[in-house]
């Protein structure tokens, strides 16, 4: 037995191609101290684009370092911009806030009550992969699941601080911001919500 | 082999455990001969031969295929193996179609919690990312709803719809199932609908002009609980025939060799059953109930009433208790990440054997032990067959107590540099340790989790080791006895030259027995009047006389005589609304007045203030009877265990191999190297010493020595 899952399991790993028996194995075994590398590796291979992969971030998306930047990216090459935006934000979104469309998830007795929760799914622009999926009261503003610390991260826990350090604030209010005054600036706020609205609203529309 | 001072063998056990086939060989004069081969999971008669032939040429008999009748003489020839155990970690049994209670048909994937992280280690039921539902045993194509309903007194409150018992038949038979399971829920109470609806499928599948075998789970195992009734039922449809058929062979391979008597196999209550036994389910653990029926069977032929087994293989640690010669028994086990309902001998089992890795956390630099081992294949670093992690039996190896050419009596060679090499650069150098300190604390810790696992089983019953003789087998357990029992207080410690195949060896102490038990709902109210009592008593009664009917007609059919079959009646007792019960053997057949159901229930009180404590009796709450059980026994032919006349404690000179430097305790010793096949009864060794016999390897550390007394035991003391 090897002592630690070489490279060829690791991308069956990542791939979904092991059997259950095996994932468990490596998960109730100690990781090897480069595994977060290797893992960075494998993945690098996997994308068409240049760019660094800093950290994943989902199925689908990463962090990668562009120029200064750093940015997520879908495993298509679609950008989401800053790392510190919520790149739901950038995303479409199919919004089942009806009972009729919560029923294709969860039909009969099975389905939740409107009134009480929507269910948002979110999905590439560029390749239309279903990225994340919340499900949340009604109003409720769009979470943002996950803003890391990566300098921590690569200073702190790798031990090997990247070049240029970045603190990570949720900035996401400045695209918000940038909405709301857009909106501000339209001569019929409720019109042109329905006209200019985020890709959120817009996919609700449609669907 | 005509000549009379042979060997007449009269007892062939085999133990097939996942990488070595085990045979014990026994003579009507008691002399043992063991053999070894590899098991071969294909067919397990070959490696089951091969075994057989290596234990004969232990005696210097060639089996020449069996033609030449040196089996003939056998009388008793017992098998247990790891097909179904195997059958059901793969997952390969066969296709099974399941009828079941209209609404329940995702049993299997809903299953219960506790299957989620069962045979779990410890940090796994903690790390809630590794649960897991297990993958179903019928696929939920292959699940039909049939609309009935029996309540829980056993009334039926919706009729079995007949018609979807024959539709759900027909579409199973066009599957292609090779089975069909029936479960009904509370068909332990009342099984009228699970016969129904069996007899209907029955009748289609003639129709249909094509039939397979219909299990219903009253008749499998009339219990509560449906999970585990469920799996009962199913794994007896899906893993248990396959089973039958592996041991078929093997019988076949004996009758042509002249052999008379049925293949048995062993129970996980500790019975014996013909491998025509219809419930062979029963058998799913059977290889390490042996050992603890060895260890009472061998405890009662010399006079020892409390024993602690302590079972060392390559991949586990197994400890059980035998107390007062009673071995208690856990009711619903889980195995292979399945529960069951199934009686079976407590065995408390670690992930702690000789071939269990050894690993650092790159984190911490902690050291970890296992869970997994690396089994025969690719085995320790010093089988140097390409494994790379050290295991425990690299350290006895580096340490000096394994001695590299005599592992497997020299079948395998064993390369002391490469494991001296992998455990330096894997562990002794990252924790900046000498090589020998860090082998030698590598033991130590794994000495110790034996040692909890022994005193928790021990103390969380409320006794104590001091009133307990530990002893210790499996392949490693001489190797680590004095080890694992540093700094317990024990009445006595012993092993037996013969550790190595010590389970299979119990095989053969046990008598033919099956085990026939249902659930029921009786209640004895604290100050029942006698009309009450004697209306308990006529339910319990009726019960026994069911379990009876059954045990008889079976045992008949096996082949005994009516009068060779005793019969014990069991009643599971407990106070009103606690959970556990304790099994009551009745003093009598049939309870016949009100004063037979108290003598029961003070036999209940008695044994409760034994395992607890008197003060923990609560009879105020009543008395529930909420399992009854029958036990079928028929007598059998065992080992003999014979005192023999002691010599001087002065061992023959032969015995002695020569010296070797062994690391123990910080220091460097010159321990005498002793063959364990030379040495007599009433011989004595002071350690440090060690004992080499082809099969397993006894360490003696100082100030401890060993004694062979005139039972063929022996004690360190």
């Known amino acids: 037995m090897d002592k630690y899952p070489p490279k060829e399991v690791l991308k069956d790993l990542i791939e979904g191609k092991l059997d259950w028996r095996r994932v468990k194995q490596i998960m109730s075994s100690p990781k090897d101290a480069d595994r977060f590398e290797k893992y960075l590796a494998l993945m690098q291979e996997r994308v068409r684009w240049p760019e660094k992969i800093l950290l994943p971030l989902g199925e689908h998306l990463y962090i990668v370092a562009k120029g200064k930047q750093r940015i997520v990216k879908c495993d298509c090459g679609c950008e989401f911009g800053d790392w510190r935006e919520n790149w739901k934000l950038k995303a479409l979104v199919y919004v089942r806030n009806t009972r009729q469309k919560l029923a294709e998830i969860y039909p009969g007795p099975r389905s939740p009550d409107p009134a009480w929760c929507e269910i948002r799914e979110f999905y590439c622009p560029g390749c239309g992969t279903q990225l994340e999926v919340e499900n949340v009261p009604p109003g409720y503003p769009v979470t943002f699941d996950f803003l890391p610390d990566i300098d921590g991260f690569y200073a702190q826990w790798l031990g090997k601080p990247l070049s240029e350090q970045v603190s990570a604030e949720d900035k996401s209010v400045k695209v918000t911001s940038q909405w709301a005054r857009e909106l501000s600036r339209q001569p019929t706020p409720k019109v042109a919500r329905n006209a200019r609205t985020s890709s959120a609203a817009r996919a609700k529309r449609a669907g | ?717």
């Open chain 2, 1 to 717: 082999m005509t000549s009379e001072s042979s060997p007449q063998p009269m007892i062939v056990t085999c133990d097939a455990g996942g990488t070595m086939t085990d045979i014990l060989l026994v003579d009507a004069a008691g002399r043992f001969s063991v053999g070894k081969a590899s098991t071969t999971p294909q067919d397990e008669s070959a490696g089951f031969w091969e075994s057989l032939e290596d234990a004969f040429s232990q005696w210097g008999v060639t089996l020449d295929g069996g033609a030449n009748g040196a089996l003939k003489p056998l009388k008793v020839s017992i098998y247990t193996g790891t097909t179904m155990l195997n059958t059901l970690l793969q997952r390969r049994g066969k296709k099974v179609g399941l009828i079941i209670t209209k609404g329940f048909e995702d049993s299997f994937v809903v299953e219960r919690g506790m299957q989620a992280v069962a045979g779990y280690s410890y940090a796994d039921r903690l790390h809630t990312v590794t649960h897991a539902h297990n993958a179903p045993l019928v696929p939920r194509k292959l699940v039909k709803g049939a609309t009935e309903r029996i309540d829980l007194f056993g009334k039926a409150v919706i009729p079995l719809y007949e018609h979807e018992v024959r539709d759900a038949t027909k579409e199973l038979v066009e599957a292609g199932v090779e089975a069909i399971a029936i479960l009904f829920l509370f068909s332990y109470i009342n099984p009228a609908h699970e016969q129904a609806a069996a007899r209907i499928a029955r009748a289609a599948m003639k129709k249909m002009g094509r039939e397979v075998p219909v299990f219903i789970s009253s008749e499998v195992s009339p219990t509560i609980r449906e999970l585990a009734r469920l799996n009962s039922v199913v794994i007896q449809a899906y893993a248990a025939e396959p089973v039958r058929e592996q041991l078929f062979r093997i019988e076949k391979r004996l009758h042509d060799a002249g052999v008379q008597y049925p293949l048995q196999t062993m129970l996980a209550y500790g019975g014996l059953a013909s491998v025509r036994y219809p419930r062979l389910y029963e058998s799913v653990v059977s290889g390490p109930v042996g050992g603890l029926l060895g260890a009472r069977f061998l405890g009662e032929s010399v006079g020892i009433n409390n024993l602690i087994t302590a079972d060392m293989g390559g991949t586990s640690f197994d400890v059980g208790l035998v107390t007062e010669g009673k071995i208690p028994l856990v009711r619903e086990p889980e195995f292979a990440r399945l529960m069951f309902n199934l009686p079976m001998v407590t065995i408390n089992s670690v992930g702690a054997g000789a071939g269990t890795y050894i690993r650092l956390d790159p984190m911490t630099k902690r050291i970890m032990l296992g869970p997994e081992s690396a089994g025969a294949d690719p085995g320790p670093v010093c089988y140097d067959r390409g494994n790379e992690i050290p295991t425990v039996v690299d350290c006895d190896l580096i340490l000096g107590v394994v001695n590299p050419d005599y592992y497997l009596g020299g079948k395998v060679k064993l390369n002391k540099e490469k494991a001296l090499a992998r455990f330096r650069e894997e562990i002794a150098q990252p924790l900046g340790l000498d090589v020998y300190e860090a082998a030698q604390g590598v033991l130590e810790l794994i000495n110790a989790v034996m040692r909890d696992q022994i005193r928790s089983l021990v103390l969380a019953k409320g006794y104590s080791t001091v009133d307990y003789t530990l002893m210790a087998f499996g392949g490693a357990g001489p190797m680590h006895m004095a080890g694992f029992t540093e700094g317990l207080t024990l009445k006595g410690l012993m092993t037996v030259p013969y550790a190595a195949a010590f389970s299979a060896f119990g095989c053969a102490t046990v008598d033919y027995s099956h085990r026939y038990q249902r659930s029921t709902h009786m209640f004895v109210a604290p100050a029942a009047e006698a009309p009450a009592k004697l209306a308990v008593a006529k339910d319990l009664n009726r019960a026994w006389e069911d379990l009876e009917t059954r045990a008889l007609a079976e045992m008949m059919a096996e082949g005994f005589a009516r009068d060779a079959v005793h019969l014990q009646q069991v009643a599971f007792i407990r106070y009103g609304g606690q959970l556990d019960d304790v099994e009551v053997f009745s003093p009598v057949r049939r309870i016949e007045s009100s004063e037979q159901l108290d003598a029961l229930i003070a036999r209940f009180e008695d044994l409760y203030a034994r395992i607890y404590v008197s003060g923990a009796r609560f009879p105020e709450a009543g008395f529930q009877i909420l399992e009854v059980a029958v036990v079928a026994t028929v007598s059998k032919v065992k080992p003999l265990i014979e005192r023999r006349p002691l010599s001087p404690p002065e061992p023959p000179s032969r015995a002695l191999k020569g010296m070797r430097q062994v690391y123990h305790h910080g220091r460097r010793h010159q321990a005498s190297i002793f063959e364990m096949g030379e040495l007599e009864p009433g011989n004595v060794i002071e350690g440090v010493a060690v004992i080499e016999a082809p099969n397993t390897t006894l360490f003696v550390p100082e100030r401890k020595r060993i004694r062979f007394d005139e039972w063929g035991l022996i004690w360190m003391e």
